[in-house]
């Protein structure tokens, strides 16, 4: 069963950044396109951000953290990263990552608050 662990989150202002880790057990990981989601109170889970796997590295973005965020992956650690820059309130909610079409079982995810 592979596993998603991921890790990173806190308490942060408005204006702060966070940088999420997700390491993953899959032994085919650099061949994934990899994503994080985001699940904010009381809503549905979303898509954040994505990048493709195998030679290539495209991105891709929800508009609403266009500019803010960055995903990357470390194939040789087997993890995807998500820097968060600028958050604003509305960013406030548990960030899991999973492959780009939700292939595996959910994380436990990592909690992502924004407040002053």
């Known amino acids: 069963q592979v596993q998603l662990v991921e890790s990173g989150g806190g308490l942060v202002q408005p204006g702060g950044s966070l940088r999420l880790s997700c390491a993953a057990s899959e032994s085919i990981f650099s061949l994934l396109a990899m994503a994080w989601f985001r699940q904010p109170p009381g809503n549905q889970r979303e898509l954040v951000a994505s990048?493709?796997?195998?030679?290539?590295?495209?991105?891709d973005y929800a508009d609403s953290v266009k500019g803010r965020f960055t995903i990357s992956r470390d194939n040789a650690k087997k993890t995807v990263y998500l820097q968060m820059n600028n958050l604003t309130y509305e960013d406030t909610a548990l960030y899991y990552c999973n492959t780009r079409s939700a292939r595996y079982r959910w994380g436990q995810g990592t909690q992502v608050t924004v407040s002053s």
């Open positions: 990048i493709t796997g195998g030679d290539t590295s495209d991105h």
